[in-house]
């Protein structure tokens, strides 16, 4: 079936560094796409979005690229500090055909470890 | 501004067992989910609902799993009997309307064993 994918499940970083962190999707009818950060005993929370219609979208020290030709989505993060260090995934929404209301897909994950 | 409340955050039972997740979204948001985290995986959707109506569940395991949201605001997912795959965080997340921020409460872990 169609799903979100990330390439790399564990990214270990030295403290200052920038981190980029990739995903693929597959569905072509996906109009949204979100990364979420999730610390350990805590909910994802949300990080930056970006929508179809675009092709970056820029945070504080967070940037998100898309690229609708090959399906991939990236999160980079600049200047990158120990309180990162978190599991990060990524989302689709996808249209449900006809309907009003989307469907957040999540992908698996990316554990990013920053160390001073 | 009160977030994403659930109850209990940890739980465990014994498989073939009951069990039951509270949650209480964020006050004026319509839209509210709940998704099962699989440990090592991401949040799967089980359910959506839009006020007290339901508007997708076709990830629920229907023959275990309920989900209700009678006055369009606390939510109750039940589980009924448990199974030793049921064991996961179930986060509960609300949003203002479905293409809006999704704000995700901590979550209950659920060990079944």
């Known amino acids: 079936g169609e799903s979100v994918g990330l390439h790399l499940p564990t990214l270990s970083v030295q403290e200052g560094d920038n981190s980029i962190i990739n995903c693929a999707y597959s569905?072509?009818?996906?109009?949204?796409f979100i990364w979420y950060k999730q610390e350990s005993g805590k909910g994802p929370q949300f990080i930056i979005d970006?929508?179809?219609?675009?092709d970056k979208r820029q945070g504080q020290r967070v940037t998100v690229l898309l690229n609708k030709t090959v399906k991939h989505l990236s999160l980079q993060i600049a200047a990158t500090q120990p309180g990162d260090s978190a599991v990060y995934f990524c989302?689709?929404?996808?249209?449900?055909?006809?309907?009003?209301?989307?469907?957040?897909?999540f992908g698996q994950g990316t554990i990013l470890t920053v160390h001073p | 501004e009160a977030g994403v409340a659930q109850s209990p955050r940890y739980k465990i039972i014994e498989k073939r067992q009951s069990v039951a997740f509270w949650c209480n979204p964020i006050?004026?948001?319509?839209?509210l989910y709940w998704y099962q985290q699989i440990l090592g995986q991401g949040p799967k959707l089980l359910i959506q609902?839009?006020?007290?109506?339901?508007?997708?569940d076709s990830q629920l395991p229907k023959d275990r799993f309920s989900a209700e949201r009678l006055k369009g605001v606390d939510s109750t997912l039940k589980i009924q009997p448990a199974k030793l795959e049921d064991s996961a965080v179930y986060l509960c997340?609300?949003?203002?309307?479905?293409?809006?921020?999704?704000?995700f409460g901590p979550g209950t872990r659920l060990t079944v064993l």
């Open positions: 569905n072509s009818a996906s109009d949204y």
């Open positions: 006050s004026g948001h319509a839209t």
């Open positions: 997340a609300s949003s203002f309307g479905a293409y809006n921020e999704q704000f």
């Open positions: 989302a689709e929404n996808i249209h449900a055909g006809g309907t009003s209301y989307g469907k957040l897909t």
């Open positions: 970006i929508r179809s219609n675009m």
């Open positions: 609902f839009q006020n007290n109506g339901v508007v997708d």
